[in-house]
């Protein structure tokens, strides 16, 4: 690998000149800076983005931290915030960290070391202090799709799970349900917990309790993707999807909507999410420091065909 001696060497220049083309903040006469850029092309030098950040204080990299990229609303949000922080000149580094503590604690570590300018967080697992961590070693955070801890040094850009998990259980109770079971992943994310939370609060306000899943008339899951599994199992167990048990997800991803599908869902508009997550931190970089605002978005019930009237 060549380095910036070997450029100046071919250029006939000192390091200091060759430092100056590459960052551009000296002028430098035509005729030098083309010697340098021709030895840079000859030698195949890249200069060191980590070093050029040191010296800079910014890297022009924004991290972002996921906990299943595998899930489409995850893989979306991921797309938009990539695209938003591409329009303002900064690369981002994408870490999935499947609700892992360790995990997360790993790639935190790991994005404060490679200097990123900020990092957009799409869900930890419950109880997790990376933000905080990152907030105190001075790195901007926006958590998107979820609230996380209560420091006014935070942005995120939130759902209302509880009123969503209110229109969730008044549209099924409507219907005629009244035992209703929660399924949420394997693993204990922040979100999941909030719904289920609400899940609990809208049940007993109707003066229910949640019902075993196998007696359920009514299933609500965490997000679409445990929906479209719930409603293939009960399919090949013999029963029907919903003249025996009504199923709804969270999300309302691209397969929702699928004609042979009709998954009845939360819808979350993950580019428009991903999108404010950066124009919050874009904001912050440009003043220097935390981003410090929250907002909450409510979103919309779609109904499709996998509810209907509880069984008699």
């Not at 697992?125 to 420091?151: C, Q, R, W």
């Amino acid at each position: 690998m060549s380095t910036l001696v070997e450029v100046a060497r071919r250029a006939g220049v000192s390091k200091s000149t060759v430092s100056n083309v590459i960052q551009g903040r000296v002028a430098v006469a035509a005729g030098t800076r083309q010697k340098v850029e021709e030895a840079i092309r000859q030698t195949g030098y890249r200069p060191n983005a980590i070093a050029r950040s040191l010296r800079a204080r910014t890297s022009h990299s924004i991290g972002m931290i996921v906990p299943d990229l595998a899930n489409p609303f995850h893989a979306a949000l991921s797309v938009a915030v990539e695209r938003a922080a591409k329009q303002h000149g900064y690369a981002t580094l994408v870490a999935h960290t499947d609700c892992s503590p360790e995990i997360e604690d790993e790639v935190s570590r790991a994005l404060f070391e490679r200097r990123v300018d900020g990092v957009v967080i799409a869900g930890l697992s419950t109880g997790s202090e990376v933000p905080v961590n990152l907030l105190d070693n001075g790195i901007p955070v926006v958590l998107a799709s979820f609230g996380g801890p209560k420091d006014k040094r935070l942005g995120s850009v939130d759902h209302d799970d509880v009123a969503a998990m209110e229109a969730v259980v008044a549209h099924l109770h409507g219907l005629g349900h009244r035992r209703f079971a929660f399924v949420s992943q394997d693993y204990a994310e922040q979100s999941g917990e909030r719904r289920r939370q609400g899940f609990e609060q809208a049940l007993k306000r109707r003066r229910l309790k949640p019902a075993a899943r196998e007696d359920a008339t009514a299933i609500v899951a965490h997000n679409d993707l445990l929906a479209l599994d719930l409603i293939d199992e009960i399919e090949r167990s013999g029963r029907s999807v919903p003249r025996d048990v009504s199923v709804t997800g969270h999300d309302d991803i691209p397969l929702a909507a699928h004609s042979r599908i009709g998954l009845t869902t939360v819808r979350s508009d993950a580019q428009s999410m991903g999108q404010r997550a950066i124009e919050l931190m874009m904001k912050a970089l440009r003043a220097g420091g935390h981003v410090g605002h929250r907002e909450i978005r409510t979103n919309r019930l779609v109904i499709r065909q996998s509810t209907g009237v509880a069984p008699s």
